[in-house]
Nanobody, 124 residues
Framework: QVQVVESGGGLVQAGGSLRLSCVAS????????MGWYRQAPGKQRELVAS???????TYADSVKGRFTISRDNAKNTVYLQMDTLKPEDTAVYYC??????????????????WGQGTQVTVSS
């Protein structure tokens, strides 16, 4: 089994900062892409930022220049530094990980895992 757990959400005023963390644990051989998504009430879940194992990053246009994604491969952890927060950043933020598992007998599989989400609320 693989668990993905986010932390670091909370309430912050507009212009403030928050740092989200996400740790994957369990039967993990390696993790390819890791990413952060968010879902606001009444809206679809959207990609915020993603990062490959090699460190290549992708950002939604709405967060470019304000958010920074990073990861620590040794700790199976991904971070999202969120600066200059705006009320429209309010959402539940979800961590996503593409996990490669070793199944024994030289067999592997790859599966996509989600965390339970962490609430970020930005007040105006």
């Amino acid at each position: 089994q693989v668990q993905v757990v986010e932390s670091g959400g909370g309430l912050v005023q507009a212009g403030g900062s928050l740092r989200l963390s996400c740790v994957a644990s369990g039967n993990i051989f390696s993790i390819n892409n890791m990413g952060w998504y968010r879902q606001a009430p009444g809206k679809q879940r959207e990609l915020v930022a993603s990062i490959t194992r090699g460190g290549t990053t992708t950002y939604a246009d709405s967060v470019k220049g304000r958010f920074t994604i990073s990861r620590d491969n040794a700790k199976n952890t991904v971070y999202l530094q969120m600066d200059t927060l705006k009320p429209e950043d309010t959402a539940v933020y979800y961590c996503n990980a593409d996990v490669r598992r070793y199944l024994g007998y030289n067999r592997y599989d790859s599966r996509n895992y989600w965390g339970q989400g962490t609430q970020v609320t930005v007040s105006s």
